[in-house]
């Protein structure tokens, strides 16, 4: 079975930092880009960033750019999100989704990880 | 960055009704629109992608249309099981966006 399951997320102060995983299993995660889409309490979806398949490609969202990195280790199965300086409006759920033929069809997600920005 | 507007923000329908919901963008995408269900407490799920195509395993009575800024998502037949919130997406630019989502719920 296709799967993605991400992990890293929490409760962390105004400033701090985390790093976002997502493991992938039952396909071959070289082969696709991949993206983060985030989703605040009760609100809608907000597409994060996105790696290309080997990793030299990277977009960001202008309101995560230079806070916000991702990465990618296709040995290890995983793509990874490092959140830094982090503010009160970056709390939300953080899903990684599969992109399809890298055309913005996101066409598996995991069940996402929530991260809690509080002092 | 390229603007995503649903319309409307939310609908009460029955089951077996008709229902359309629309997405325009704030400027030309071609057929670079995507479509999403989710339900609460679960990951958003692919519909349509490209404007009209079904993704597989996604019921017929769901289908897309539109091209340049105007698209639509139809539902045929409401299920009861359809419920739901619905999202559109751009992917013409690198930088993707979200429409602000349709709460489709029970009359």
């Known amino acids: 079975e296709e799967q993605l399951v991400e992990s890293g997320g929490g409760l962390v102060q105004p400033g701090g930092s985390l790093r976002l995983s997502c493991a992938a299993s039952g396909f071959t995660l070289s082969s696709y880009g991949m993206n983060w889409v985030r989703q605040a309490p009760g609100k809608g979806l907000e597409w994060v960033s996105y790696?290309?398949?080997?990793?030299?490609?990277?977009y960001y969202a202008d309101s995560v750019e230079g806070r916000f990195t991702m990465s990618r280790d296709n040995v290890k199965n995983s793509v990874y999100l490092q959140v830094n300086s982090l503010r009160d409006e970056d709390t939300a759920v953080y899903y990684c989704?599969?992109?399809?033929?890298?055309?913005?069809?996101?066409?598996?997600w995991g069940r996402g990880t929530l991260v809690t920005v509080s002092s | 960055d390229i603007q995503m507007t649903q319309s409307p923000s939310s609908l009460s329908a029955s089951v077996g009704d008709r229902v359309t919901i629309t997405c325009r963008a704030s400027q030309s995408i071609s057929n670079y629109l995507n479509w999403y269900q989710q339900k609460p407490g679960r990951a958003p799920k692919l519909l349509i992608f490209?404007?009209?195509s079904l993704q597989s395993g996604v019921p017929s009575r769901f289908s897309g249309s539109g091209s340049g800024t105007d698209f639509t998502l139809t539902i045929s037949s409401l299920q009861p099981e359809d419920f739901a919130t619905y999202y559109c997406q751009q992917s013409y630019s690198n930088l993707y966006t979200f429409g602000q989502g349709t709460k489709l719920e029970i009359k």
């Open positions: 790696i290309s398949s080997s990793g030299p490609t990277k």
């Open positions: 989704a599969r992109d399809l033929k890298s055309s913005g069809w996101l066409d598996l």
């Open positions: 490209a404007a009209s």
